[in-house]
């Protein structure tokens, strides 16, 4: 009997995990102790940390994008288009409505050639508020600036920094690992030009900058954890993790992807997560252990269902079969 139960258990998991294994495109995602929230289909989902069945937690006509738990995994702050423009937002890891945090200009001027604005970095040391770039006061795409907003709200504020990317604050505030430039979606693959950009140490107190990497490679996307720097970096030929130890002064190779580029890491409670040819992964901080998590979404894909449209007045192209009983029509893409 026991013998039985056993195989049923084993075979149920099993089951789950073939099932979960088939939820691709998963994007940004972000660990708590306990959990991963990532978006698909331009909405935040939240799952245990080591996988499982998906929760979905908004379901606005707009896009949902860099989700962030809070530092003590109660709230993720998100970008969504509740109302127009793209703002920060604040959703309990439980559900509820989300608490709008930013009021900003009419942004539809600005070029997405470079990413959308108001990208969340993560939350504060201190836990009260979020940081995040935006090119706001810019009419250049590769240059933003970092901001801080409240957790209750109210106005952002700017750090004293000319022009900033991706960043990640020391675990006391005191320090910044930062981009200067930022074109993480751009496709120039292996680029080595004057756009590719290092990881640079800016100290609030002292003023003091320095270069960490100083590679011609790209390096990009800094994650603060205790005494390192974690990175991406193409310098072998594909996007992957690298470590700084800020106490060594040394530089290690963390992932070895081969066939797809590391993309849109993350740092969280103890782990770092990411992309990966379309799935999440999770590396565990204190020992490198990385695991592909299991993921199924577990909702009615409404977008993934056929539908009928009326396509009279949208056709582009058309072409007859040779014995003229049959024709070929696109419009709207297919």
């Given at each position: 009997?026991k013998?039985l139960?056993?195989?049923?258990?084993?075979?149920?998991?099993a089951?789950?995990a073939?099932?979960?294994?088939?939820?691709k495109?998963?994007r940004?995602?972000n660990?708590?102790?306990t959990?991963?929230?990532?978006?698909?289909?331009?909405?935040?989902?939240?799952v245990?940390?080591n996988?499982g069945?998906?929760?979905?937690?908004?379901?606005?006509?707009?896009?949902?994008?860099?989700?962030?738990?809070?530092r003590?995994?109660?709230q993720?702050?998100?970008?969504?288009?509740?109302d127009?423009?793209?703002?920060?937002?604040t959703?309990?890891?439980i559900?509820?409505?989300?608490?709008?945090?930013?009021y900003?200009?009419?942004?539809?001027?600005?070029?997405e050639?470079?990413?959308?604005?108001k990208i969340i970095?993560?939350?504060?040391p201190?836990?009260?508020?979020?940081y995040?770039r935006?090119?706001?006061?810019?009419?250049n795409?590769?240059?933003?600036k970092?901001?801080?907003?409240d957790?209750?709200?109210?106005?952002?504020?700017?750090?004293a920094?000319?022009?900033?990317?991706?960043?990640?604050?020391s675990?006391?505030?005191?320090?910044?690992?930062?981009?200067?430039?930022f074109?993480?979606y751009?496709t120039?693959k292996?680029?080595?030009?004057?756009?590719?950009?290092?990881?640079?140490?800016?100290?609030?107190?002292?003023?003091q900058?320095?270069?960490?990497t100083?590679?011609?490679?790209?390096d990009i996307?800094p994650?603060?954890y205790?005494?390192?720097?974690y990175?991406?970096?193409?310098?072998?030929?594909t996007?992957?993790?690298?470590?700084?130890?800020?106490?060594?002064?040394?530089?290690?190779?963390?992932t070895?992807?081969?066939e797809?580029?590391?993309?849109f890491?993350?740092?969280?409670?103890?782990?770092?997560s990411?992309?990966?040819g379309?799935?999440?992964?999770?590396l565990?901080?204190?020992?490198d252990?990385?695991v592909?998590?299991p993921?199924?979404?577990?909702?009615?894909?409404?977008?993934?269902r056929?539908?009928?449209?009326?396509?009279?007045?949208?056709?582009n192209?058309?072409?007859?079969?040779?014995d003229?009983?049959r024709?070929?029509?696109g419009?709207r893409?297919?």
């Open positions: 009997m013998s139960v056993f195989s049923f258990v084993l075979g149920f998991f089951l789950s073939a099932i979960a294994q088939d939820s495109m998963m940004y995602p660990t708590s102790l959990e991963l929230t990532f978006c698909y289909a331009g909405d935040v989902y939240i245990p940390i996988g069945i998906a929760r979905k937690l908004t379901s606005s006509q707009g896009t949902e994008m860099y989700p962030r738990f809070s003590d995994g109660r993720i702050a998100f970008t969504g288009e509740y127009g423009n793209r703002e920060i937002y959703i309990p890891t559900g509820g409505e989300p608490k709008r945090l930013t900003s200009m009419d942004m539809d001027d600005v070029s050639r470079q990413g959308p604005d970095m993560g939350w504060t201190d836990g009260n508020s979020v995040y935006s090119r706001m006061k810019s009419w795409v590769l240059v933003g970092l901001y801080s907003i957790k209750d709200g109210g106005l952002p504020s700017e750090y920094l000319p022009k900033a990317g991706y960043a990640s604050l675990p006391d505030g005191k320090q910044i690992a930062y981009n200067r430039i074109r993480e751009r120039w292996r680029y080595r030009g004057g756009q590719s950009d290092d990881i640079w140490i800016f100290d609030f107190d002292t003023k900058l320095q270069n960490i100083n590679n011609p490679a790209q996307m994650m603060w205790k005494n390192k720097v990175f991406l970096s193409d310098r072998d030929h996007m992957n993790l690298f470590c700084y130890d800020m106490t060594t002064k040394q530089t290690k190779k963390v070895n992807f081969s797809y580029d590391v993309k890491p993350s740092l969280g409670a103890e782990h770092i990411f992309e990966n379309g799935n999440i992964y999770t565990k901080l204190e020992n252990y990385m592909m998590v993921i199924s979404i577990g909702d009615d894909k409404i977008y993934a056929t539908k009928y449209e009326n396509v009279a007045d949208r056709i192209y058309f072409d007859l079969a040779p003229g009983k024709s070929v029509v419009a893409g297919d």
